[in-house]
T-cell receptor, first 114, second 116 residues
Framework: AQSVTQPDIHITVSEGASLELRCNYS??????LFWYVQSPGQGLQLLLK??????LVQGIKGFEAEFKRSQSSFNLRKPSVHWSDAAEYFC????????????FGTGTRLQVFP | KAGVTQTPRYLIKTRGQQVTLSCSPI?????VSWYQQTPGQGLQFLFE???????NKGNFPGRFSGRQFSNSRSEMNVSTLELGDSALYLC???????????????FGEGSRLTVL
């Protein structure tokens, strides 16, 4: 069965520092992978997605993610974090083709110190 | 362009009651899916509707049900509420008929249900 693991529950970084959020997936075929962000009291917003092709994917707000099949990973990165990036980040894999079913990781809460 | 609208945003119910949550998708979107978010279980898929038909269903008891109307608006219902049903219920819509490999999922801000 498909699954997603986000090993880090909570990460704290200083503003301006680089960021890497980890995501590992378990999927039998070629995975379709996503990163979403959720600010307090808000719904989820798509940051980026990987379907195929270039393994380095660029997203919104300066985020990027790299798909590594050999490591079953899809880590999210940002070179310089802004205070407004404080939020919860979810990695997800599509659960079934031709549907909108997503399987989410447990999320990583990012705290940014000035 | 209006986003996904969920009503009510907050509600409080007692055990044994039932609740109906509403979701209006983005105009032109025909697919609506529902997710439950709790601190313990995280984000879990409830069900998905496309053109008034349930296309997929998550692993939830039969107390959880949903439907979609001809205008793509959707409702979900939870009967005989339990304390564990307290959660943020998120609705999402997409335009594509082929699922996520062809389209993007847009989420509403959710309906926060508290069961006392």
């Amino acid at each position: 069965a498909q699954s997603v693991t986000q090993p880090d529950i909570h990460i704290t970084v200083s503003e301006g520092a680089s960021l890497e959020l980890r995501c590992n997936y378990s999927y039998g075929a070629t995975p379709y992978l996503f990163w979403y962000v959720q600010s307090p009291g808000q719904g989820l917003q798509l940051l980026l997605k990987y379907f195929s092709g270039d393994t380095l994917v660029q997203g919104i707000k300066g985020f990027e993610a790299e798909f590594k099949r050999s490591q079953s990973s899809f880590n999210l990165r940002k070179p310089s974090v802004h205070w407004s990036d404080a939020a919860e980040y979810f990695c997800a894999v599509v659960g079934s083709y031709n549907t909108d079913k997503l399987i989410f990781g447990t999320g990583t809460r990012l705290q940014v110190f000035p | 362009k209006a986003g996904v609208t969920q009503t009510p945003r907050y509600l409080i119910k007692t055990r044994g009651q039932q609740v109906t949550l509403s979701c209006s998708p983005i105009s032109g979107h025909r697919s609506v899916s529902w997710y439950q978010q709790t601190p313990g279980q995280g984000l879990q898929f409830l069900f998905e509707y496309f053109s008034e038909t349930q296309r997929n269903k998550g692993n939830f008891p039969g107390r959880f049900s949903g439907r979609q109307f001809s205008n793509s608006r959707s409702e979900m219902n939870v009967s005989t509420l339990e304390l564990g049903d307290s959660a943020l219920y998120l609705c999402a819509s997409s335009k594509a008929s082929g699922g996520l490999i062809t389209g993007e999922l847009f989420f509403g801000e959710g309906s926060r249900l508290t069961v006392l």
